[in-house]
């Protein structure tokens, strides 16, 4: 088996890696401009721009204004978002230094003197831009497939247990940011699990292919349409296998808690006894995040009951291996980044780079600026820049994506000088650049980050709309979903907060957050999205919508939403669809209150039949659909909160063909807006 991997690896990995760490800051002279700036005196004019996190069209526009001439950019970077900061100098060294930042090129149109500049992105930059997010999902699947080939090795030939190693762990995975000790080989302790990783062991190149264009292998240990039968030896095995519960038997939790658990292992456990046949699902997914590629395998393993196959189980013991395709932890920072003063002595006599000034940077004392996990509040990295550039009077253009544009507030006592100030809080998650009397900062991550920015325009829209109604009722939900990646989505409430609008706990935790529920509620959102107005109306009116009668669109939303239910059958084609089903939608209405306390408003929602009962009493009452819950907005200059009123939970439910169901539910969420005139949120520094 290991053999199977190792020319896998042959197969599908064409490019070499390269471990390390990132490259340091660089400073080399002024480039030459290009040729075609010297044939335009205009572009001589000297300009002064002093632009925080400007788009891209908005630059161009105020550069245009300065020198009148006309300066645009393609629709597709219009929305780019900068920092530029330029003292006295050519417009064309500011059009020259935009370009190379963001790898765009500028075109030219019409008579000399009259001459229209347009920057865009050719097929080339566009090219190196997809290079760069495949090499981070290459790099992951090629730890992955590495990892894979490790854990073959010792299923083939497990190890003695040196005795006393407690619960063993079902899941083998890494994380690569967060450097730890961990034992390689506790996923491959349990019986079931060596079985499963014995299963991963028979798969051939082609079957990989498929498993990363987004098929599920299925095998079983009984013949099976649409699954492939085990071999006899490794079937008998995975029967024989005993799945080992201690993990979830150890795991505490609310009032409760511990039943619930004790339940679900103990129909774990009959649907073992009783299977007939042992069933495996095999996915992969890879996913970009902007911090972190990721590329993960999951083989589960199902107990298919005898005579009822529609009851099938899935078994909490399956064989699960994540790996990341970039370590961005301090083991891959540049030496400057951890010894910041770690330069050549010429740096140290610069008159620019060696120049010292007071870092005082605070945080921006709105209470609605971001802040991190533990309540303090973050400086965005393009105010940062933007007052390192006026402190030093320094030219400087960078990108300033939401993502990762954040970080605390730095301290650095007395005057520090520029490189350190760049290489202690620039240089671990960005590249800088001196080029003459200019500096570039670009994002080490940018090629992903920048699939994940939310459009000015997009953001406007959205800001505009709930400035008007404070609500976003579930057509507006849908409508969100299809527009924004998963990607897009933790920082839409950020974005609108910039805009005056608050969208809180519920809509970040219930729709928009980056777990397993906000994903499972987008999903279906998307769904209903993408049936058409008359299916919408059914659906509102009560009725039902069927699988077979949704538009494509709406099947392949589906499709992806149950893909990975616990019952699903192998599909293959010439099966009955497994998702044949239909859908139906349900309000249930509940109570919102507002109150204003300290620390902020507090919006309750609660079921009007447990108004007034206490905790005790109101987890005592039976048949409560509407859920309880509160979540808080601090208070903001001209904010006003949302009034007293009805609040509302949908609730989707599929039901499939063969009589299981899928349901998917959550608040529709309100705004709190700050009035017109109030000032808008500065997110970033206050000086």
């Known amino acids: ?114 001459y229209a500049y347009r920057l865009y992105q050719d097929p080339e930059s566009r090219q190196r831009e997809e290079d760069l997010r495949c090499q981070g999902r290459r790099l992951a699947f090629e730890r992955l497939l590495a990892r894979v080939r490790r ?106 808690g511990e039943l619930l658990i004790a339940g679900h292992v103990k129909q774990m456990e009959d649907a073992w006894q009783r299977a007939g046949s ?10 970009l995040y902007p911090d972190h590629p990721r590329a993960c395998l999951q083989v589960q393993p199902i107990a298919v009951p005898r005579g009822s196959p529609e009851t099938a189980v899935e078994i909490d013991n399956r064989y699960e291996v994540r790996e990341y395709g970039e370590n961005i932890g301090p083991d891959s920072w540049p030496i400057q980044a951890q010894d910041p003063d770690a330069v050549p002595q010429v740096w140290k006599e610069d008159p620019v780079i060696g120049s010292r000034r007071r870092l005082d940077v605070t945080p921006s004392a709105d209470p609605w600026a971001k802040q991190d996990g533990d309540g303090v509040p973050s400086v965005s990295m393009w105010d940062f820049l933007a ?18 544009g954040w970080m605390c507030p730095p301290e650095s006592p007395g005057e520090p000088p520029l490189y350190r100030v760049l290489n202690q809080y620039v240089l671990p998650s960005s590249e800088w650049t001196r080029e003459g009397v200019w500096f570039r900062i670009r994002s080490r991550r940018w090629f992903a980050e920048r699939v994940a920015e939310i459009p000015r325009r997009v953001a406007d829209g959205w800001a505009a709309c709930l400035h008007d109604w404070p609500a976003l009722s579930l057509p507006q939900l849908a409508d969100l979903a299809l527009g924004l990646s998963d990607a897009q989505f933790p920082h839409f409430a950020l974005a609108l907060r910039e805009r005056g609008v608050y969208l809180g706990e519920v809509f970040m935790e219930e729709v928009a957050g980056s777990g397993f529920e906000s994903e499972h509620n987008r999903s279906i959102l998307r769904v209903y999205g993408s049936l058409t107005p008359r299916q919408r109306q059914v ?85 409560i659909q509407f859920p309880s819950r509160t979540e808080v907005v601090p208070l903001a200059p001209g904010a006003v909160p949302p009034s007293d009123g009805a609040a509302h939970q949908a609730e989707f439910t599929y039901r499939f063909a063969d009589g299981t169901t899928e349901r998917f539910s959550f608040l529709l969420p309100v705004a709190v807006v700050r009035r017109q005139g109030a000032g808008k949120l500065t997110v970033g520094i206050s000086r």
């Open 1 to 114: 088996m290991p053999e199977l991997i190792a020319a896998l690896l042959a197969v599908l990995l064409t490019a070499p890696t390269v471990a390390g760490r990132w490259p340091g800051p660089a400073m080399r002279g002024a480039a030459p401009l290009s040729p075609l700036f010297a044939e335009d005196p205009r572009l001589e004019k000297k300009v002064a721009l002093r632009m925080r996190r400007s788009p891209l069209a908005r630059v161009l526009a105020e550069l245009a204004r300065q020198t009148r001439v006309e300066l645009s950019s393609s629709a597709d970077v219009a929305d780019e978002p900068t920092v530029v900061c330029a003292w006295d100098r050519p417009a064309k060294e500011v059009m020259h230094h935009l370009a190379v930042l963001f790898d765009y090129r500028w075109g030219r149109s019409g008579k000399p003197g009259q």
């Open 151 to 256: 854990d073959v090795a010792r299923a083939q030939n497990p190890a003695p247990e040196a005795g006393g190693s407690g619960s063993p762990s079902q899941t083998s995975g890494s994380d690569a940011r967060i450097p730890q000790p961990r034992d390689e080989a506790a996923g491959t302790k349990l019986p079931l699990v060596r079985a499963l990783i014995r299963v991963v062991g028979l798969l051939r190149p082609e079957q990989w292919q498929r498993l990363r264009q987004g098929e599920v292998l299925w095998f079983s240990t009984a013949p099976e349409p649409g699954a492939a039968t085990l071999p006899a030896a490794l079937a008998s095995e995975l029967r024989a296998a005993q799945p080992d519960f201690r993990h979830q038997l150890s795991i505490g939790g609310c009032w409760g």
């Open 278 to 287: 042992i069933r495996v699902r095999v996915r992969f997914s890879e996913t």
């Open 387 to 404: 007052y390192v550039a006026q402190a030093h009077r320094i030219n400087l253009v960078a990108d300033a994506y939401l993502w990762c």
């Open 539 to 623: 659906l509102l009116a009560g009725g039902a919508v069927p699988y077979a009668a949704m538009p494509l669109a709406a099947r392949r939303q589906a499709q992806t939403a149950f893909a990975s239910r616990p019952w699903a059958r192998p599909y293959a084609p010439g099966w009955e669809d497994p998702f044949q089903g239909a859908l139906t939608l349900t309000f249930h209405s509940g109570v919102r209150t507002v109150r204003r306390a300290p620390d902020g408003y507090h919006i309750d929602y609660q079921d009007p039949r447990v108004v007034g009962l206490d905790e005790v009493e109101e987890s005592l009452a039976i048949q």
